[in-house]
T-cell receptor
């Protein structure tokens, strides 16, 4: 079955450490997105990519980085510059007119 | 910038009731509108997608309507069940720029 796979499901980061969240899709979607969700708040866009080797900053890109070397993959790195990284991270993909499909999320906690 | 508002923020109903969740948006130049369901600690599951040229979509006990001119959408749930308990999110797409409401947390009591 086609879908989006996010890993790991839970991730713990120490202060000053970079961590990378994985997002893989086999839907042949062109566009991929990363969102952050905090309790009681809506989803906020971190980065998005509409084609391979190209990506754009969203509303809250500071402290994050991405790459899009393959159509299927859009990993997100949370850098040490992100001062409040504890949140639920969601990856999504889309193709024109089809709406968005989401992964199951990664919960990141700073320890 | 598109802003999406969902009212109410929380709703509790007894099992079997019909209910309506509301979504409003500020920019009517949308490509489509999508309703999602989110269970605690889980990702978003797509319920219904309404293209800008459509007025409504139906799936089982769910019916979603879209009125672009007034910037409103409603999600109607018929004969609610305890399994419908979840947070429901409305999202509006302005050409690959999807904006989300904060959601309505629904509790259906047995």
């Amino acid at each position: 079955d086609g879908g989006i796979t996010q890993s790991p499901k839970y991730l713990f980061r120490k202060e000053g450490q970079n961590v990378t969240l994985s997002c893989e899709q086999n839907l042949n979607h062109d566009a991929m997105y990363w969102y952050r969700q905090d309790p009681g708040q809506g989803l906020r866009l971190i980065y998005y990519s509409q084609i391979v080797n190209d990506f754009q900053k969203g509303d809250i890109a500071e402290g994050y980085s991405v790459s899009r070397e393959k159509k299927e993959s859009f990993p997100l790195t949370v850098t040490s510059a992100q001062k409040n990284p504890t949140a639920f991270y969601l990856c999504a993909s889309s193709i024109a007119g089809s709406g968005y499909t989401f992964g199951s999320g990664t919960r990141l906690t700073v320890v | 910038k598109q802003e999406v508002t969902q009212i109410p923020a929380a709703l509790s109903v007894p099992e079997g009731e019909n209910l309506v969740l509301n979504c409003s948006f500020t920019d009517s130049a949308i490509y489509n509108l999508q309703w999602f369901r989110q269970d605690p600690g889980k990702g978003l599951t797509s319920l219904l997608l309404i293209q800008s040229s459509q007025r409504e979509q139906t799936s089982g006990r769910l019916n979603a309507s879209l009125d672009k001119s007034s910037g409103r959408s409603t999600l109607y749930i018929a004969a609610s069940q305890p399994g419908d308990s979840a947070t429901y999110l409305c999202a509006v797409d302005n050409n690959n720029d999807m904006r989300f409401g904060a959601g309505t947390r629904l509790t259906v009591k047995p």
